[in-house]
């Protein structure tokens, strides 16, 4: 019987930081950035045009992403977290770096609650890392009913483009340790963590067969289709912010 799970896609964030704004209000070059991307997507593969962008740049169809020039931070909120949720997590991210490019990284484990409202730069003038928070339907009412997780990310403008500089990734842990608990549950959970992961970088849903963004899963649908490549290679191949 296949596993049917809801998979709610956050919209992106209006941009908080603009040409406008003061220069000691935009940050500086983060000290890990390059002059160039760190990574390149996979090469290969089936082009395809089952995919769609969350955010596009003002008037194109160019998608809003992160600075390929940098990594993008993750820190950990683990309360409800499941067996092995760290692990499968990593994977996830393997998945998400090896088919845009993009070097995602786990920085630890954190107690704090993901920021709310406009913020997108901490006390120490750096983007806030990306907060990924295993909660339940009562801490996080989105995620009542068949919904397995949402995310998404908020957005700075700089002469003209806009780029993500962080993000939240929200996880069901009752659900998807009912969805680990049977067979195949660890590739199902992990779709999930890829499939939020993916609305964290720019990909909305799409309502194509044998895609991991349709806004609905199942059991059978554990990797990445050819539009949802073809969608994380346009994503991870962004400018570099020009700080």
């Not at 998400?96 to 630890?108: M, N, P, R, W, Y």
């Not at 700075?156 to 780029?163: K, Q, S």
């Not at 993500?164 to 340790?177: H, N």
């Not at 939020?196 to 199942?218: C, F, I």
């Amino acid at each position: 019987m296949a596993v049917l799970v809801v998979l709610l896609g956050g919209a992106s964030v209006a941009a908080r930081l603009d040409d406008s704004s003061s220069d000691s209000a935009f940050p500086g070059r983060p000290d890990d950035a390059a002059s160039a991307p760190l990574g390149a997507p996979a090469a290969g593969g089936t082009a395809s045009d089952a995919y769609a962008f969350i955010a596009t740049q003002k008037g194109g169809s160019d998608p809003v992403t992160y600075d390929p020039c940098a990594p993008i931070h993750l820190v950990v909120d683990a309360r409800t977290i499941v067996d092995g949720g760290m692990k499968l997590l990593e994977q996830a991210l393997d998945e998400v770096s090896e088919a845009s490019g993009l070097q995602l990284v786990v920085d630890g484990l954190t107690d704090d609650e993901a920021p709310e409202g406009d913020a997108v730069t901490g006390p120490d003038r750096t983007w806030l890392p990306v907060t990924v928070t295993w909660s339940d339907p009562k801490a996080s009412p989105k995620l009542k009913g068949d919904v397995a997780g949402y995310a998404g990310s908020s957005s700075i403008e700089r002469d003209g483009h806009r780029w993500f500089v962080t993000g939240t990734v929200v996880l069901d842990g009752p659900q998807l340790k009912r969805i680990l608990d049977q067979r195949g549950g660890r590739a199902g959970v992990r779709s999930v963590m890829m499939h939020e992961l993916a609305h964290l970088v720019g990909l909305d849903h799409v309502d194509a067969a044998g895609q991991l963004m349709r806004p609905s899963g199942d059991e059978s649908i554990t990797t990445w289709g050819a539009g949802d490549r073809t969608g994380l290679a346009a994503v991870g191949s962004g400018r570099c912010i020009p700080y």
